[in-house]
């Protein structure tokens, strides 16, 4: 079946976008009707008048279920929310208050035009369940502490999530072995996964790596063959603290780096995320919202705000990151064009400037995944 979407606004001009098989199919000025464009074939019309199109936002670094501690333990330091509030309160978790907190996360997300998530958390398959039945896209990482014991459940957990991408998050190089980090790059390489990690998110977990191991975070991660090995299939969410050298190392393998603005100035954690170093270097720098417990909320519209204020603060220049650009690391590039996937989402804004800088997520209007509406206010 196909779809038009009729008489939204996409850079300035109204248009309609034809849908099908899950991708737009073409994009042309707007007929004076939806009659006049209806096609032959079966053809669902919706009016878009009023409301301007985008493709859909991709919250690369999440920990879906936390919507579940959402204002648990607000305002402590990161050592002791992770060590007093969240850890204590993970071990509680069952498959179901999992997929219930899963499911409230992918709710919330298609109502404010995201339309992937890229995850880390444990109980996947209820996790992956929670993916089908809301009908978001998804890449869910197993995650791993210590020497990696998770992994030995690996294969079972593939077969569970059928259906739904996964990856392999060990939590970070402060929480898991050079052996567990060393099992999870062989473990990726070997089933074609990628890698989701925590990595200089607090100048601490630098001071620390650097007592213990002698060289910084990313160092550490090339000292033991894992750049080398996994090169830009890592994804690695925060890389607030980085040195020089550091942004070489994930520049040349081409990286991806997740900026979470709003979970990092909420932990106090810093803000100065070198986001032109590491373009400038090579890296793939996109945006996420971290978990509801450190954001408290999944919007990436205001994520995408609080991102280029702070580059445009801090370096004391406002002709930096500007609308479209940061537009474009929140959707990862994708574009509202023919052959590109229909991941959409609609809002009643006239413009990039508008949505990034006038608005927040509960002003979307309607969210659509390969085709589908998934969310309609
Ligand atoms: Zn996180």
């Known amino acids: 079946m196909r779809t038009l979407l009729h008489n939204a606004i996409l850079n300035d001009k109204a248009v309609d976008i034809t849908l099908c098989d899950g991708l737009i199919d073409s994009v042309s000025t707007a007929s004076c009707s939806p009659q006049s464009a209806a096609l032959t074939e079966e053809c669902a019309s919706i009016d878009c008048s009023g409301l301007s199109v985008f493709p859909g936002l991709m919250n690369m670094h999440s920990h879906a279920p936390m919507t579940l501690f959402r204002g648990l333990g607000d305002d402590q330091p990161l050592d002791r929310w992770l060590n007093e509030y969240i850890w204590p309160a993970e071990q509680k978790l069952t498959d179901e208050t999992v997929y219930q907190g899963t499911l409230q996360a992918c709710r919330e997300m298609l109502a404010s035009g995201t339309t992937a998530f890229n995850d880390m958390y444990f109980h996947l398959p209820a996790m992956a369940q929670a993916v089908r039945d809301s009908g978001i896209r998804a890449q869910l990482g197993l995650n791993v502490f210590g020497d990696g014991n998770e992994l030995d459940r690996l294969n079972t957990i593939m077969r569970e999530c059928e259906g739904v991408r996964l990856s392999i998050a060990p939590h970070s190089v402060y929480t898991v072995s050079a052996k567990g980090l060393r099992r999870c790059a062989d473990a990726c390489v070997?089933?074609?996964?990628?890698?989701?990690?925590?990595?200089?998110?607090?100048?601490?977990?630098?001071?620390?790596?650097?007592?213990?191991?002698?060289?910084?975070?990313?160092?550490?991660?090339?000292?033991?063959?894992?750049?080398?090995?996994?090169?830009?299939?890592?994804?690695?969410?925060?890389?607030?603290?980085?040195?020089?050298?550091?942004?070489?190392?994930?520049?040349?393998?081409?990286?991806?780096?997740?900026?979470?603005?709003?979970?990092?100035?909420?932990?106090?954690?810093?803000?100065?995320?070198?986001?032109?170093?590491?373009?400038?270097?090579?890296?793939?720098?996109?945006?996420?919202?971290?978990?509801?417990?450190?954001?408290?909320?999944?919007?990436?519209?205001?994520?995408?705000k609080t991102a280029a204020l702070l580059q445009k603060g801090w370096r004391g220049d406002p002709t930096v990151v500007p609308a479209q650009q940061i537009l474009t690391l929140a959707t990862g590039g994708h574009t509202v064009a023919p052959g590109q996937p229909a991941c959409l989402f609609l809002a009643p804004v006239r413009s990039v400037s508008d949505l990034v800088y006038a608005t927040h997520g509960e002003s979307v209007a309607m969210t659509l995944v390969d085709g589908k509406i998934v969310y309609r206010k």
């Open 190 to 304: 070997d089933l074609h996964l990628p890698m989701h990690i925590h990595m200089s998110e607090t100048q601490k977990e630098v001071d620390d790596c650097l007592r213990e191991h002698g060289c910084r975070p990313w160092e550490y991660l090339d000292r033991l063959g894992i750049l080398d090995k996994l090169g830009p299939n890592i994804i690695a969410a925060h890389c607030l603290h980085l040195s020089g050298n550091e942004i070489r190392l994930i520049g040349d393998r081409r990286i991806t780096c997740v900026h979470c603005p709003n979970s990092n100035l909420k932990l106090g954690s810093g803000y100065r995320f070198p986001m032109l170093e590491l373009l400038d270097a090579g890296a793939n720098v996109m945006l996420g919202t971290d978990g509801s417990a450190s954001s408290n909320n999944l919007d990436m519209i205001e994520v995408m």
